[in-house]
């Protein structure tokens, strides 16, 4: 069970507050909110939690977009960075080789092609000498 509290920046979270406004049960989903005093503070400057923000838009206390509550450390940005390094060198590696191969074939094509031209001229000569 959470509390939903209003509380100075400067203070304690769990020390006094200035107002209970209300209470949140995870297993339950169940939100019990005073939702006049809630957009009360709001009117008077309060900030809210990102948490707590998606919450409250949840249940349908205030309205907005939610926020973004998950935070991506830099080693792991970096790490996602450099995946997606290795995939993009790995389709353009996985191209190249497909062209290479590509290329490969045609030029055995070519050759295929020219090899029996001048194998049947050669023997066309020796025909008319036996």
Known sequence: ????????????????????????????????????????????GAQMSDTVNNLLIDKKVISGDKKKVVKIT?????????????????????AAKEEAEKAAAEEAKKAAAETPATEDSPAAEETPAA
């Open 1 to 44: 069970m959470f509390r939903l509290i209003v509380s100075e920046k400067q203070r304690d979270p769990f020390g006094d507050s200035l107002e209970i406004v209300g209470s949140y049960n995870p297993h339950t989903k169940e939100l019990v909110a005073k939702t006049d005093r809630i957009n009360h503070w709001i009117k008077m």
């Open 74 to 94: 830099k080693k792991r940005q970096g790490k996602i960075e450099k995946k997606a390094e290795d995939i993009k060198k790995a389709a353009a590696d996985k």
